[in-house]
Nanobody, 120 residues
Framework: QVQLVESGGGSVQAGGSLRLSCAAS?????MGWFRQVPGKEREGVAS???????SYADSVKGRFTISKDNAKNTLYLQMNSLKHEDTAMYYC?????????????????WGQGTQVTVSS
């Protein structure tokens, strides 16, 4: 069982930046970030594979950067140029090769989430 613990959420004004972190208790092949607003479906944000290849949802491309430190088993999400619509609970997820931002069902491990609030 892999434990995931997110941190770094908070409140920021539109145009600002935040950096999320996700500490994993063990190595996992793929990791990703997802977000959810109450009353809406969870959506994928970005993911990184074992060989550190990254991919992003169109809504965050060019503004968010996902990275992973394999030595520390830690995942990061640098969020710049934040918009009000980025407000959500952000979740870290991990799993095997199928775990990507567009395939959350293949992510077997999930963190508890960290809230990001962007005021306009």
């Amino acid at each position: 069982q892999v434990q995931l613990v997110e941190s770094g959420g908070g409140s920021v004004q539109a145009g600002g930046s935040l950096r999320l972190s996700c500490a994993a208790s063990a190595y996992t092949v793929n990791m990703g970030w997802f977000r959810q607003v109450p009353g809406k479906e969870r959506e994928g944000v970005a993911s990184v594979t074992r060989d550190l290849s990254t991919s992003y949802a169109d809504s965050v491309k060019g503004r968010f950067t996902i990275s992973k430190d394999n030595a520390k088993n830690t995942l990061y999400l640098q969020m710049n140029s934040l918009k009000h619509e980025d407000t959500a609970m952000y979740y870290c997820a991990a799993g095997e090769y199928g775990c990507t931002w567009w395939r959350s069902s293949s992510c077997g491990y999930w963190g508890q989430g960290t809230q990001v609030t962007v005021s306009s």
